[in-house]
């Protein structure tokens, strides 16, 4: 998640811009674990629309996040 914020940071966003994440995780069982991390960036009446999922490789992470941010004008 800190990753995904740097690059915001670098286009000029924030995770206040963040409209939409997609998660993959290779256990869900570490959902809950990623869950309390994933919360703490974004403000509680501001929560993207996600959609999480199971895999069963990422190419040796455990865990992708891909964020989407419109920049408001």
Request: charged residues 20%; glycine residues 6%.
């Amino acid at each position: 998640m800190d990753a995904v914020a740097k690059e915001l940071q670098v286009a000029g966003a924030s995770m206040d811009d963040v409209y939409r994440c997609t998660i993959a995780l290779t256990n869900m069982d570490n959902w809950s674990t990623f869950n309390t991390v994933y919360l703490r960036y974004f403000k509680p009446d501001h929560y993207p629309v996600r959609m999480s999922f199971g895999v069963t490789s990422l190419g040796g992470a455990d865990i992708e996040v891909q964020c989407e941010a419109k920049l408001q004008k």
